[in-house]
């Protein structure tokens, strides 16, 4: 396998012209593990910058997170979703496999914040509905899947 770090941006260009893209987004109730999975599957692609852990590894010891590391940082960029611990906006986030590149759209799962989550769906080509399974499936988690079917997304 090939270091990403010692191609150059043409060579890099190059391959990912290629790759089927897959748009998605996240939907739910708020707290429902949205923005945390999507941190997950970055983090452990390998698709963060070590400046960027560092920064979410010491924001995470500043709201003295349970988690050595909480991974929804890596999406939440504004600082009073920082300050709240909810996603606000639609937070994009690319990444890329051998086979394939992606989009995601983090979006907000609190009530006040709907609007936000049908901007974040309406480009998908899928959305990714998460349940927290003490919770079960809420209110907002029911809105959000029939704005996804509103909006044609699977």
Same mark, same amino acid.
């Given at each position: ?55 979410? %590894?010491?924001?995470?010891? !500043?709201? !003295?997170?349970?988690? %050595? ?9 504004? %600082?009073?979703?920082? !300050? ?49 399974? %003490? ?20």
């Amino acid at each position: 396998m090939r270091n990403k770090d010692n191609i150059s941006i043409e060579e890099f260009l190059k391959e990912n012209e290629q790759k089927d893209l897959l748009r998605f987004s996240t939907a739910g109730s708020i707290d429902d593990g949205k923005s945390t999975l999507i941190g997950r599957l970055l983090h452990d692609s390998k698709n963060v910058y070590e400046d960027q852990i560092a920064s979410v %590894k010491k924001a995470s010891r !500043e709201r !003295e997170s349970d988690e %050595k590391i909480d991974f929804a940082l890596l999406t939440d960029g504004l %600082k009073a979703e920082r !300050e709240q611990g909810i996603t606000i906006d639609v937070a994009y986030r690319y990444f890329s496999t051998p086979k394939r590149k992606f989009i995601i759209a983090d979006t907000p799962g609190h009530e006040q914040y709907t609007r936000n989550m049908a901007t974040g769906a309406s480009t998908a080509n899928l959305s990714i509905i998460l349940v927290d399974a %003490k919770n079960g499936i809420l209110p907002q988690t029911k809105r959000h899947a029939f704005i996804a079917s509103l909006l044609g997304v699977p």
